[in-house]
């Protein structure tokens, strides 16, 4: 055994009770949310609202603007929105989500104005949730992604872990990697200048007539229909020209028999 290696400084014993602590304060955020929405008082609401207001994290913003958005206070939803980026530094991906949030909430405000629920959204609402779930590691994807599973618009495969027939037990991927069953899309370079390309690989039972149901669809930022593409094989690689594109962010989906199998997206830089 190396020597020390089982032994903690300081400095480590320090950073594992910082880790500690964080953790035990995630614990209580959560569970002062759900203990506020469990109630059914009539000042349960408010109460969540003022707790919100001075938990003072970025994540609370956003659960604050939500909570919002649910009592029909549109215009509170947008101040707490437009005073984020003037209290927190959203440098980097974290302006990205919080332009994603924005496009997210915007299509609430909308659906609640025109009185209507997410599952009979219009197209171009379609069209937007499509554009936010094409990038579903970030909350406001997460959130566009199961919109368009519950309105049926898109397919959700269940992921799964294969089990490994040699281990008693199961061994965590290092890099968090999950095995997955559906379909494939990819894009890349990303970004993109001149050029893109994009593989798929169609991984169900496809028969005949479904063979002339498969389409790739490129689309821009605000939902325009760019081009439609007829796909012959289960699995190929395409190179599509960019040349005439401006800079900006645009999504492929891979539709099979009408429905939308995968989405990506992608940003050209010119």
């Known amino acids: 055994m190396v020597q020390g290696n089982n032994s903690l400084s300081a400095k480590e014993k320090l950073e594992s009770k910082i880790a500690g602590t964080k953790i035990e304060r995630q614990k209580a955020y959560r569970g002062m949310i759900n203990y506020y929405r469990r109630d ?88 937007t949730l499509l554009l936010l779930a094409a990038y ?13 599973i519950q309105s049926r618009e898109i397919n959700y495969n269940e992921p799964y872990i ?15 990697k999950q095995t997955e069953s559906g379909s494939i899309l990819k894009v890349f370079p990303n970004p ?31 939902g325009k229909l760019l081009r439609n593409i007829e796909l012959n094989y289960r699995h190929d690689q395409l190179v599509i020209s960019t040349e005439n594109l401006k800079s900006g962010i645009y999504v492929f989906n891979l539709y099979i028999n009408g429905k939308i199998e995968k989405s990506r997206k992608f940003t050209i830089v010119k």
């Open 40 to 127: 059914t008082s009539s000042v349960a609401g408010d109460s969540l609202k003022y707790w919100l207001q001075e938990w003072n994290t970025l994540h609370s913003e956003y659960a604050l603007a939500f909570e919002h958005m649910k009592a029909g206070e549109i215009s509170l939803m947008n101040d707490v929105l437009n005073e984020i980026p003037n209290t927190y530094d959203l440098s980097g991906e974290l302006q990205f989500i919080h332009n994603d949030y924005l496009l997210y909430f915007d299509l609430l405000a909308d659906l609640r104005a025109q009185e209507i629920s997410i599952e009979n959204a219009g197209q171009g609402q379609i069209d």
């Open 136 to 148: 579903d590691q970030t909350n406001p994807g997460i959130y566009a992604r199961n919109a368009l």
């Open 192 to 222: 993109a200048k001149d050029y893109i390309i994009v593989e798929y690989l169609v991984d169900i039972p496809v028969t005949d007539q479904e063979h002339r149901n498969m389409t790739l669809v490129m689309i821009d930022g605000n």
């Open 162 to 176: 294969l089990p490994v027939s040699n281990k008693s037990v199961s061994v965590m991927d290092p890099f968090g």
